[in-house]
């Protein structure tokens, strides 16, 4: 546990020395302000609905942005044979990198609390669907870090890292709009399958345990598939 | 050769399969406490592989590796904790400051107590000469700086068995001399594996040699031993001013007639030049100096061909190349 602890730390911290951190950062509140904030006083509306909207499609991309460098660049630089020879267990090193994206994207999401502070000061915001929308934005991006990782433990190259990654995570945020196409019979599976369905939930403030469910499942799928890769690799 | 049950790593038909290519073929190893060991092969030959598995890194396709009688992979992370292990260029994390990088090492390897921490810190920075370089991001350094650091790393529990691969490529003399000081000063308490292919490190360091070639041990003794099997094939180098070949080969001859004398080319013009094989390898250099002394003639070079080791590795990987 300790080790997880320690390999967590350390990479949670490696984002903020370099400038990558505080780029991506900067990127998301740049494009969540703006895509909120830009409808916002049209619909006179004191909710954070539109902000939690969007979030699965800014997530989709930001997220294997955080995650492309995790195993990718460790491979490609050799630390990995490094870390590797100490005595840490590919679960310790898996799930550290894995808390620390997680961590990281929670950290990305903090500087977007200050959006309900500042509606608080035109209208009532009721706080059930904006706290129900963070909780699910965790859930979310646990998932999605999850399945970043698994892109990032594919490959040394990080380009090729993110790419599969917005992949993972574009295709179940989207698959839920493409239900139209899809034959009757397997329309209930697929919508089960995307990951926007599960996350309005939240959004509306509804704490739905299939969706805590499907979340976690997600992140169980793509963290032992990332085991079970890193295994292979080796 | 160290018997199995003494071994501190025993190492039975360890094999490595790259897809159809075999990297490591059916190695048998071991290591006795204390001992240092140097793996010795051409680029290419298997070193680095066998390390890897050595260390975990790498799962064997076959074979077994047992540590103080540990087995792999069942144990895999109580061998992993006995080692040290300095992989080739020492890849470390660049954004890191070395302190920071040496921080997160000890906690890795369990060594969480601050105080604890800066003992072993204070240590390992006076054996590996860190002492300037500690603020330093480890990407600036230079890569004998580097190769100090990794140093650092694998040393920071103390470990009974280091691994260091090609611990000296790519620095400049002086770095050179540097690391073989630290690795004979470490060596003096630990077992050290220590992959090269430069042949005067393992014959300066080294206490036994395995020469790997083409994924297979194809010599494994002591450094002393090979240099004397290299020996007993020596050639003696003469250089002489003032005769022609025939009347030096025919002084040379009237010697023993069972010196193996060949005319060698002419290093500068106006010598005549042999090499001269004794049989029974015994050092005929005072017999070659006694009789020419009885001439007017000018020894330029009379030397016996040292580099004994570098002859048995080059006969041992060419055979099988």
Known sequence: ?234 | MTHEEDALIDVQDLTKYYNDFCAVDHINLSVAPGEILGLLGPNGAGKTTTLRMLTGYFRPSSGRISVKHLQMPKDTLHIKSLMGYLPESAPLYHNMLVYDYLVYVARIKGIIDPDKQMARFRTLVDLCGLSTIMDKPIATLSKGLKQRVGLAHAMMTDPEILVLDEPTSGLDPNQIAEIRSIIRQIGKEKTIIVSTHILSEAEATCDRIVIINKGRVVADDTTASLKNKGLQNSVVRLALKGPDQTTALDLLASMDPALDIRPAQAKEEGLVCFEIRPPDNRDVRSDIYLKIKQTDWIIMELATETQALEKIFQQLTRQEA
């Open chain 1, 1 to 234: 546990m300790s080790q997880i602890k320690h390999i967590a730390v350390k990479e949670f911290k490696d984002y903020f020395i370099s400038p990558i951190a505080y780029i991506v950062i900067a990127l998301f509140l740049i494009v969540t302000g703006w895509f909120f904030f830009s409808t916002f006083f049209i619909y006179s509306r004191a909710d954070m609905r539109d902000f939690f909207s969007l979030l699965p499609i800014v997530f989709s991309f930001f997220i294997p942005a955080i995650t492309m460098r995790l195993f990718a660049e460790e491979r490609n630089v050799g630390s990995y044979e490094t870390l590797l020879t100490m005595p840490v267990s590919f679960t310790d090193i898996a799930l550290g990198k894995f808390f620390a994206a997680t961590l990281f994207s929670a950290a990305m999401l903090l500087p977007t609390l200050a959006y309900p502070v500042f509606i608080s000061f035109i209208g009532d915001v009721d706080p059930g669907p904006v706290a129900g929308g963070y909780l699910g934005a965790l859930f979310l991006a646990a998932a999605y870090c999850a399945m970043g990782l698994f892109a990032s433990a594919l490959t040394r190259n990080q380009i090729i890292a993110f790419i599969i990654g917005c992949a993972l995570c574009f295709t179940l945020t989207i698959i839920n709009r493409m239900l139209f196409f899809m034959p009757p019979k397997i329309v209930a599976v697929v919508e089960y399958f995307g990951a926007s369905s599960h996350f309005t939930n939240f959004s509306k403030g509804i704490l739905d345990t299939r969706d805590i469910i499907y979340f976690i499942s997600l992140v169980c799928i793509f963290m032992f598939s990332t085991y079970l890769v890193m295994q292979e690799k080796n």
